[in-house]
């Protein structure tokens, strides 16, 4: 990146600043710079990998757990798999969507049979779906997941055109 870039700059994170980069209105206005798989927030992350690299400067995130395992200790930590369902229904039920998703998806990670998690985590990527503008159908094809078990075919909304 160049030194005059944002991100380059001290104390920028890219998870933070990616959500804030607004798109120039002509290219807003234009339905084919629109993300169909991704998003502006997907874009400038993965361009922020690109030309920055994956280390964020931070280094306890060098050397993480891996999902499995990370996700039986982030349970533990919190209590237990339902004490974690019983939080992330508050946070749906508040309409935090994406951090039901992040700490359900710990609860279906360390015990892939609880029911009400798996319940609940297809409930909030059905809502996260909905109002999803770009990857049509991703969340819904892990809700059939949980729901019913395995997929066992690759996921189809790559399939989909935009009309």
């Known amino acids: 990146a160049r030194p005059d870039s944002p991100a380059a700059e001290p104390g920028i994170h890219r ?3 990616r959500r804030r980069v607004p798109a120039a209105p002509a290219l807003d206005r234009a339905w ?33 757990h891996p999902p499995k395992a990370a996700a039986e200790r982030y349970v533990e930590f919190m209590g ?3 004490a974690v369902v019983d939080k992330a229904r508050k946070s749906f039920a508040e ?9 359900l ?3 279906v990670f360390a015990e ?31 809700r059939v997941r ?6 066992t075919s690759a996921p189809r909304w ?3 055109r935009p009309t």
């Open 95 to 103: 309409g935090d969507l994406r951090w039901a998703a992040q700490v």
């Open 80 to 82: 237990g798999a339902d």
């Open 112 to 142: 892939p049979d609880h029911a009400a998690g798996r319940a609940l985590l297809a409930d909030v990527l059905e809502q996260l779906d909905s109002a999803a503008r770009t990857a049509p159908g991703a969340a819904r094809t892990c």
């Open 32 to 64: 084919h710079t629109h993300g169909y798989y991704g998003s502006v927030s997907h874009n400038v992350k993965a361009i922020y990998q690109r030309y920055m690299g994956w280390y964020d400067g931070n280094p306890a995130r060098l050397w993480p």
């Open 15 to 17: 998870r933070r600043d």
């Open 146 to 151: 949980w729901n019913c078990g395995r997929v």
């Open 158 to 160: 790559s399939r989909r």
């Open 105 to 107: 998806d710990h609860v």
